[in-house]
Structure formats: structure tokens, C-alpha cells
């Protein structure tokens, strides 16, 4: 069975780093495209990036280049999405996803971290 | 990359037919058979319903099915009941962007 477990929720400050993560199990973690989507309060899902942990392969979208990283560790199959300077802004729900083959899209999800980024 | 348009809203009876609705472009809806649609609860993570524009996983119901015509795929739930209701995405493989996928802006269903 496919899943991937994502970290707990964080409550962080502006101006401080956060990095969370996305373990997966039951399958080939370095064969599949895997992502990371962004959920604000009432509103819709909103591709953030992608990573190819076979090769390391990461593209990002327009919107969130430079605002975020996304890494891969593939010792311990987790993936990784990672700020170094948070702001009000990026309060929202993130879901690490996971494309399927070829091109088709997402065929699993992880239960979503809540961030929250408050003065 | 522009998200793929869907209705905002769209309500039903229960034991009813609605059908959302998804529109793109020919770089992505028109052009390839890779649109999925993802059913999502308050709460909850989203959960895929529909892929390759008309397969269903298993354990879906087969009162949810999918079509494409052009660059409009639709998402046709049948004998609408009460847990049916949620928002609902579209996605398609997109040619025009990086990722490779891009998603709609959303369709809250309501059953009354």
C-alpha cells in the first residue's frame, strides 16, 4: 500500500526557517515524481514544486521559485519542503503528493501540514 | 501557468445527476488524456476519484464518471447522495508548464 505520512503541524514566527517532511512507503520512492502543494484557508490547491528523487530533478513553480526548497532524501524516502524566512503569508495547509506514472497526475496524497505563521 | 476553469458552484438533489465541468486548452485538457478529478472534504486531504479522464480507482463508486470533449473534461456524479458533497478538482498533464500539471480552481457541490 502506497502512503505517504507527512510531519505534524508547526506554529512559527515571521522571519523564522521551517523544513517539513513527507515519508513514503510502498514503492520505488526514486521512480515517481513527487510534490508538494500549497492549500490556503478557503481556497483551492496550488502546485508548488516537484522533485525527482531517481536523479534529484526539482522544478519549481513561477510563483514559489525562490520562496521555498525542495529536497529528497532517498536513504530514508522522505521528502522535504523547506523555508528560510517565513512569512504571515505562507499560512496555509501543504500536501505532499505523489505523481503517478508517465503523465499522469497525482495518485496519492499525504494528510496535509498545517502551517501557521503568526506574530 | 493559468489554472483549468470550473464552475464555482454547483448543486443537486439527492438521487440527482450533476455534472462539473473543466475547461482548458488544447496544451493540456485537449491535447492529452491525463485529467483527473479529486474529491475533498473539509478537513480532509484530497482523494482521486477519476483518472486517465475516465478511469476509476479502486474502491470509487460507479455513480462518479468522467468524459472529455475537446478541451472540456466533466465529472458526472449520478444518484447524488449526502456524503457526495465536497469540492471537487480537475487536473490535467499540461505541456506549457515545467511541472507537467496543472489544476482547477475548485467546485464546491453542494446536495440539498
Known amino acids: 500500500e502506497v502512503q505517504l505520512v507527512q510531519s505534524g503541524a508547526e506554529v512559527k514566527k515571521p522571519g523564522e526557517s521551517l523544513k517539513i517532511s513527507c515519508q513514503v512507503s510502498?514503492?520505488?520512492?526514486?521512480?515517481?515524481?513527487i510534490g508538494w502543494v500549497r492549500q490556503m484557508p478557503g481556497k483551492g490547491l496550488e502546485w508548488m514544486g516537484i522533485?525527482?528523487?531517481?536523479?534529484?530533478?526539482?522544478r519549481y513553480s513561477p510563483s514559489f521559485l525562490a520562496q521555498v526548497t525542495i529536497s529528497a532524501d532517498r536513504s530514508i524516502t522522505t521528502a522535504y519542503l523547506q523555508w528560510s524566512s517565513l512569512k504571515a503569508s505562507d499560512t496555509a495547509m501543504y500536501y505532499c503528493?505523489?505523481?503517478?506514472?508517465?503523465?499522469?497526475?497525482?495518485?496519492?496524497w499525504g494528510q496535509g501540514t498545517l502551517v501557521t505563521v503568526s506574530s | 501557468q493559468s489554472a483549468l476553469t470550473q464552475p464555482a458552484s454547483v448543486s443537486g438533489s439527492p438521487g440527482q445527476s450533476i455534472t462539473i465541468s473543466c475547461t482548458g486548452t488544447s496544451s493540456d485538457v485537449g491535447g492529452f488524456n491525463y485529467v483527473s478529478w479529486y474529491q475533498q472534504h473539509p478537513g480532509k486531504a484530497p482523494k482521486l476519484m477519476i483518472y486517465d479522464v475516465n478511469n476509476r480507482p479502486s474502491g470509487v463508486s460507479d455513480r462518479f464518471s468522467g468524459s472529455k470533449s475537446g478541451n472540456t473534461a466533466s465529472l458526472t456524479i449520478s444518484g447524488l447522495q449526502a456524503e457526495d458533497e465536497a469540492d471537487y478538482y480537475c487536473s490535467s498533464y499540461t505541456s506549457g508548464s515545467k511541472l507537467g500539471c496543472v489544476f482547477g480552481g475548485g467546485t464546491k457541490l453542494t446536495v440539498l
Open positions: 522533485i525527482y528523487p531517481g536523479d534529484f530533478d526539482t
Open positions: 510502498g514503492y520505488s520512492f526514486s521512480n515517481y515524481w
Open positions: 503528493a505523489r505523481h503517478g506514472n508517465g503523465r499522469r497526475g497525482v495518485d496519492s
